[in-house]
């Protein structure tokens, strides 16, 4: 076998700008990584995605070390990097998946499973990106005639109040048995109004919320999480621990949220998994702005899981200049093509 690694960077342009209560994204790069055995002629390729301000990764240094793990493999002819990947989490999956893609032939497929052999879809939520009320409303919309049965919404930005309002409107046709609602407040509450914005959600029937307050603080998320009238979903909260179990015990959440390319893979994911059933807290995965590589990977990882939930997960229709799909949507299932 002879192995020869590179990368090149993509730049993702949004369709129209991606709003939440960190920030408003309009561009967001991306590495994309190959692997190849040069004798068999196949070709691996797996994607390092980080999201600005909120992956761990070193904008500044992330490249730097794409090209040394590249080096050491071209050099060593060994596909386990001996680099220490531990602060480049996105780094990490971006090379996981490449070296699964082609140990498993370079055909994009990462695991034989009834999703990737066309048997099975994956339920998923539909995602409504921030933005004024009315763009808000039809997106939620949209997603309805196309069969959605799950919807989440990015919240925080607006009052309070008008986002409730919306919500509401939602309710008024639909009940909880009709459609599943989740919001997703990125840490804008404040901790003083936290509990009773929590209140006031679960009267409308939500499903869950993600992280409602800035994360790091947890005393204060296990304080939300024992009295909560809404399960609280953690997100942002798992990116920078090590110490799985002692989070998970000192927080008790309600779910956790996993995204591989900002937890460091699937590996890591799956100890996430096995930490979070031993207290019997749920979890489900979603996409973290990845282009379509990184996305078909995580969807087969997700689909190596017993589904009980709906995922967060996609097509990549964000962008401009994806790069091509084998994923499709039909009625708020995933497929895989």
């Not at 937890?263 to 990845?290: M, P, R, V, Y």
């Amino acid at each position: 076998m002879q192995y020869q690694a590179t990368y090149k960077k993509h730049i993702l342009d949004f369709k129209q700008a991606a709003k939440t209560s960190r920030n408003t994204l309009k561009q967001k790069p991306t590495y994309l990584i190959t692997i190849s055995d040069t004798e068999k002629e196949i070709i691996g390729t797996g994607e390092a995605s980080t999201i600005e301000g909120l992956s761990r990764d070193n904008e500044e240094l992330i490249e730097d070390k794409i090209s040394t793990v590249c080096a050491e493999i071209n050099q060593t002819q060994k596909l386990n990097p001996a680099s220490d990947l531990s602060l480049f989490p996105a780094v990490k999956f971006g090379f996981e998946t490449a070296i699964r893609d082609l140990q498993m032939g370079g055909e994009k497929i990462f695991y034989e499973t009834d999703f990737t052999q066309k048997r099975k879809g994956i339920p998923i939520n539909g995602l409504i990106w921030m933005g004024d009320l009315a763009f808000m409303k039809e997106q939620i919309l949209e997603k309805l005639e196309n069969g959605y049965n799950c919807l989440k919404l990015k919240i925080g930005s607006h009052h309070f109040n008008d986002e409730l309002a919306l919500i509401r409107q939602i309710r008024k046709e639909f009940t909880a048995r009709d459609i599943v609602l989740r919001v997703d407040a990125n840490g804008a509450f404040a901790n003083s109004e936290a509990f009773e914005k929590l209140k006031r959600l679960a009267d409308l029937d939500i499903h869950s919320i993600e992280q409602p307050i800035m994360a790091g603080q947890w005393d204060e998320m296990a304080r939300l999480c024992a009295q909560t009238p809404l399960p609280i979903a953690l997100d942002e909260e798992l990116i920078s621990v090590q110490e799985k179990n002692q989070i998970l015990e000192t927080i008790k959440p309600q779910y956790i949220i996993l995204k591989p390319s900002l937890l460091g893979g699937f590996e890591e994911s799956n100890e996430w998994i096995k930490a979070a059933e031993k207290i019997s807290i749920d979890w489900w995965a979603t996409s973290a702005l990845e282009s379509n590589i990184g996305l078909n990977a995580i969807a087969q990882w997700v689909s190596t899981h017993p589904i009980e939930t709906h995922q967060g997960l996609g097509t990549g229709q964000l962008y401009t200049n994806n790069i091509a799909s084998n994923l499709s949507i039909e009625k708020g299932y995933l497929y895989f093509n």
